[in-house]
T-cell receptor, first 111, second 115 residues
Framework: DTGVSQDPRHKITKRGQNVTFRCDPISEHNRLYWYRQTLGQGPEFLTYFQNEAQLEKSRLLSDRFSAERPKGSFSTLEIQRTEQGDSAMYLC???FGFGYTFGSGTRLTVV | AQSVTQLDSQVPVFEEAPVELRCNYSSSVSVYLFWYVQYPNQGLQLLLKYLSGSTLVKGINGFEAEFNKSQTSFHLRKPSVHISDTAEYFCAVSERNNAGNMLTFGGGTRLMVKP
């Protein structure tokens, strides 16, 4: 399967802990996106990379959030000092042009 | 900034009946338009997209949508639904001057197909 892979699929963490998610995009895709989806809502844009450069960040991405894409391949999204409001599905997508391919997401539950 | 409104949060319909899921958008510039489907605990799958040209766009699984610039709408239709179409459907826009092609999504419409 050469789709977008996200790991882990599910993560339960205690409030105040740090968590890190990984996304492996489709290898030919130069753009990689992170979106957050809360229950009953549509996805909201967080940040995107073109190759290894992080080109835009949403105001939703507080200073507790950081994303990297070293060498323009996989990406990681880290949340420090998690809060209950961070509970959501974190979706990664990659694209070359207009064809987004989404991963299955990482569901984060902060207890 | 652009926004997307999906007027119906839930649409119940009987199997083999036609369905229309409504989407309206707001933007100060020209946009590209998309419909995605999401099955439980999965990511989003692209159904169809409007970039330019014919305003009637055909997608996968028998779905189609029509771009209406004057009404700023992009409603999704299917002439005959199946049980397997039960899912959440999201309309999304991307502004043409947006180099990164970031998407703004609507709140979603849950299509519930009943036997």
């Amino acid at each position: 399967d050469t789709g977008v892979s996200q790991d882990p699929r599910h993560k339960i963490t205690k409030r105040g802990q740090n968590v890190t998610f990984r996304c492996d995009p489709i290898s030919e895709h130069n753009r990689l996106y992170w979106y957050r989806q809360t229950l009953g809502q549509g996805p909201e844009f967080l940040t995107y990379f073109q190759n290894e450069a992080q080109l835009e960040k949403s105001r939703l991405l507080s200073d507790r959030f950081s994303a990297e894409r070293p060498k323009g391949s996989f990406s990681t999204l880290e949340i420090q000092r998690t809060e209950q409001g961070d509970s959501a599905m974190y979706l990664c997508a990659s694209s070359f042009g207009f064809g987004y391919t989404f991963g299955s997401g990482t569901r984060l539950t902060v207890v | 900034a652009q926004s997307v409104t999906q007027l119906d949060s839930q649409v119940p319909v009987f199997e083999e009946a036609p369905v229309e899921l409504r989407c309206n958008y707001s933007s100060s510039v020209s946009v590209y338009l998309f419909w995605y489907v999401q099955y439980p605990n999965q990511g989003l799958q692209l159904l169809l997209k409007y970039l330019s040209g014919s305003t009637l766009v055909k997608g996968i699984n028998g779905f189609e949508a029509e771009f209406n610039k004057s009404q700023t709408s992009f409603h999704l239709r299917k002439p005959s639904v199946h049980i397997s179409d039960t899912a959440e459907y999201f309309c999304a826009v991307s502004e043409r001057n947006n180099a990164g092609n970031m998407l703004t999504f609507g709140g979603g419409t849950r299509l519930m197909v009943k036997p």
